[in-house]
């Protein structure tokens, strides 16, 4: 297995390797290697088995990172939650993951349908008697992590990712943001995501670099810590939204940030006009691009003049990464012309958690994940992302499925059908706008929704805007015409 804390721990054992910001604790390469070795004998204590599920709603922290750490070395599978969600979406994620050991970092937190959560830091306490248990043989094949995202039915599906899936990944950001060993990330995206549990971590702490943890993004607060030259940070990745407010603030300076490598964005399109301002400044944004599914895909060289002559674009593919472009019949699509992105190589996900039928959509007998995105590639061999296939829209980073949303309200009384669609926004770059057919004695608006969602529904998943229409745009065989409700939509709110 790639058990890279190990390794470091050997050659390099006082190196730093974590910091927590908000605890105020660092760890050395050793001491992480042995926090580590304590939490898997902590599972094993508790009678945690290989295949088992480790389950853990909680703030970014480096516990959090060791336990991930800790589950691949003691053959358990980590299945961080997304605090945002409410106790119904939680049970069902729980429900379907099944976990040994539910743990959470609020000791408010109540029981969440049949599961009773155990407090993190106690667990942490806990392990401090037991030996640390030493790298063994893991398959690197089988699952290590279970990300779970909202399906286009409505219903969660979780990403697999086996620790060959994440080396892979960690080993392709890294090349396309120049990590070594001396980088130093700051890790506030949520590691729940992929950008924060894999991106940010693993490629800092595959080479022997650093991390430092913090438990969230607060503008100003980052801001002065991305300028902190104690500090020393290189890299920093978040969605293009933080990166606009980082600009936005009043103690914003340009010559405090040009000590980085990297500022790396993802999770949604970064305008190239916001791109520019940035290049203005003298400083890399690198946008890239990416799944749960599937890891770093593409990125852009941290070259100014690249960036410049190429700003819009995700970037050319990592190594280990093969790309093909298919028209609506499977044929490969010439350059400059635009059809569904498919992926294949040893970072892409080998399916999707206790769902066969999910998994079989995605991924073909020939071993190529079907994204869902349209895209292009030019004839430098950069690739852009112009569309999607799927409903699904981005909103501050966060995947929306309109399903998931309609799913809820079908069969509400008054309602006689709904569709959410995404519409462009200043601050998120996208945000959900619903549009609803009522009963003619109904009376239903905004704040009827929004309140009725509001219990069922995590707040970011719920919609800026409801529309009342005298009915969805349809085709001749009843087809649902999205597009087209989207272009009647956008400008109305």
């Given at each position: 297995?790639?058990?890279?804390?190990?390794?470091?721990?050997?050659?390099a054992?006082?190196r730093?390797?974590a910091?927590d910001?908000?605890?105020?604790l660092?760890?050395?390469?050793?001491?992480?290697?042995?926090?580590v070795g304590r939490?898997?004998a902590?599972?094993?204590?508790r009678g945690?088995?290989?295949?088992?599920?480790?389950?853990?709603?909680a703030?970014n922290?480096?516990?959090?990172?060791?336990?991930?750490?800790?589950c691949?070395?003691?053959?358990?599978?980590?299945?961080p939650?997304?605090?945002?969600?409410v106790?119904s979406?939680?049970a069902?994620?729980?429900?379907?993951?099944?976990?040994?050991?539910?743990?959470?970092?609020?000791?408010?937190?109540?029981?969440?349908?049949?599961?009773?959560?155990?407090?993190?830091?106690d667990?942490?306490?806990?392990?401090?008697?037991?030996?640390?248990?030493?790298?063994?043989h893991?398959?690197p094949a089988?699952?290590?992590?279970?990300?779970?995202?909202?399906?286009?039915?409505?219903?969660?599906?979780g990403?697999v990712?086996?620790?060959?899936?994440?080396h892979?990944?960690?080993?392709?950001?890294?090349?396309l943001?120049?990590?070594?060993?001396?980088?130093?990330?700051?890790?506030e995206?949520?590691m729940?995501h992929?950008?924060?549990?894999?991106?940010?971590?693993r490629?800092?702490?595959?080479?022997?670099?650093?991390?430092?943890?913090?438990?969230?993004f607060e503008p100003?607060r980052?801001?002065?810590?991305?300028?902190?030259?104690?500090?020393?940070?290189?890299?920093?990745?978040?969605?293009?939204?933080m990166?606009?407010?980082?600009?936005?603030?009043?103690?914003?300076?340009?010559a405090?940030?040009?000590?980085?490598?990297?500022?790396?964005?993802?999770?949604?399109?970064h305008?190239?006009?916001?791109?520019?301002a940035?290049?203005?400044d003298?400083?890399?944004?690198?946008?890239?691009?990416g799944?749960?599914?599937t890891?770093?895909?593409f990125?852009?060289p941290a070259?100014?003049?690249?960036?410049?002559a190429?700003?819009?674009s995700?970037?050319?593919?990592?190594?280990?990464?093969?790309?093909?472009?298919v028209?609506?019949?499977?044929?490969?699509?010439?350059?400059?012309?635009?059809?569904e992105?498919?992926?294949?190589?040893?970072?892409i996900t080998p399916?999707?958690?206790?769902?066969?039928v999910?998994?079989?959509?995605a991924?073909?007998?020939?071993g190529w994940?079907?994204?869902g995105?349209?895209?292009?590639?030019?004839?430098?061999?950069?690739?852009?992302?112009?569309?999607?296939?799927?409903?699904?829209?981005?909103?501050?980073?966060?995947?929306?499925?309109?399903?998931?949303?309609?799913?809820?309200?079908?069969?509400?009384?008054?309602?006689?059908?709904?569709?959410?669609v995404?519409?462009?926004?200043a601050r998120?770059?996208?945000?959900?706008?619903l549009?609803?057919?009522?009963?003619?004695?109904?009376?239903?608006?905004?704040?009827?929704?929004?309140?009725?969602?509001?219990?069922r529904?995590?707040?970011?998943?719920?919609?800026?805007?409801?529309?009342?229409?005298?009915?969805?745009?349809?085709t001749?065989?009843?087809?649902?015409?999205?597009g087209?409700?989207?272009?009647?939509?956008?400008?109305?709110a």
């Amino acid at each position: 297995m790639f058990d890279v804390i190990g390794l470091h721990a050997r050659m390099a054992p006082d190196r730093l390797a974590a910091r927590d910001l908000t605890l105020d604790l660092r760890w050395s390469y050793r001491e992480l290697d042995a926090l580590v070795g304590r939490l898997a004998a902590e599972m094993q204590a508790r009678g945690a088995q290989p295949g088992d599920r480790i389950a853990v709603l909680a703030r970014n922290s480096v516990w959090l990172v060791a336990l991930h750490y800790a589950c691949a070395r003691a053959g358990t599978i980590f299945v961080p939650l997304n605090g945002r969600l409410v106790p119904s979406e939680l049970a069902a994620l729980l429900d379907r993951a099944e976990p040994v050991l539910f743990l959470t970092d609020d000791e408010n937190t109540p029981a969440i349908a049949a599961w009773q959560p155990a407090l993190l830091r106690d667990f942490v306490a806990a392990s401090e008697r037991q030996e640390p248990l030493r790298e063994g043989h893991v398959d690197p094949a089988s699952a290590s992590l279970i990300l779970f995202t909202s399906g286009t039915s409505g219903r969660p599906k979780g990403v697999v990712l086996t620790e060959l899936n994440l080396h892979h990944s960690a080993s392709n950001f890294a090349t396309l943001t120049r990590v070594s060993r001396d980088s130093i990330f700051l890790c506030e995206a949520p590691m729940f995501h992929i950008m924060g549990l894999v991106t940010n971590v693993r490629a800092a702490l595959m080479l022997g670099g650093a991390i430092l943890v913090s438990d969230g993004f607060e503008p100003g607060r980052t801001l002065a810590r991305l300028s902190d030259p104690a500090l020393g940070i290189t890299h920093y990745a978040g969605v293009p939204q933080m990166m606009e407010s980082l600009r936005g603030q009043p103690a914003f300076d340009a010559a405090g940030l040009r000590n980085m490598t990297a500022l790396v964005t993802g999770g949604a399109p970064h305008s190239p006009a916001d791109i520019d301002a940035w290049l203005q400044d003298g400083l890399p944004i690198v946008s890239g691009f990416g799944m749960s599914e599937t890891g770093t895909v593409f990125g852009m060289p941290a070259e100014l003049d690249i960036i410049r002559a190429k700003a819009g674009s995700a970037g050319v593919p990592t190594p280990w990464i093969e790309t093909v472009i298919v028209d609506g019949e499977g044929v490969a699509c010439a350059p400059g012309v635009a059809g569904e992105l498919k992926l294949r190589g040893p970072g892409i996900t080998p399916g999707y958690w206790r769902d066969p039928v999910e998994t079989a959509k995605a991924i073909d007998a020939a071993g190529w994940f079907s994204t869902g995105d349209i895209a292009i590639q030019d004839a430098d061999g950069f690739f852009w992302i112009v569309d999607r296939k799927k409903d699904m829209f981005i909103s501050g980073g966060e995947n929306i499925y309109p399903a998931e949303i309609e799913a809820h309200l079908a069969g509400y009384a008054g309602i006689l059908e709904c569709a959410l669609v995404g519409v462009p926004d200043a601050r998120w770059g996208e945000v959900g706008h619903l549009a609803i057919v009522v009963q003619d004695d109904a009376e239903i608006g905004h704040e009827v929704v929004i309140a009725f969602l509001a219990d069922r529904l995590a707040r970011y998943k719920l919609p800026k805007h409801v529309s009342l229409v005298d009915r969805l745009p349809r085709t001749a065989t009843g087809k649902l015409q999205k597009g087209l409700l989207r272009e009647s939509l956008v400008g109305t709110a």
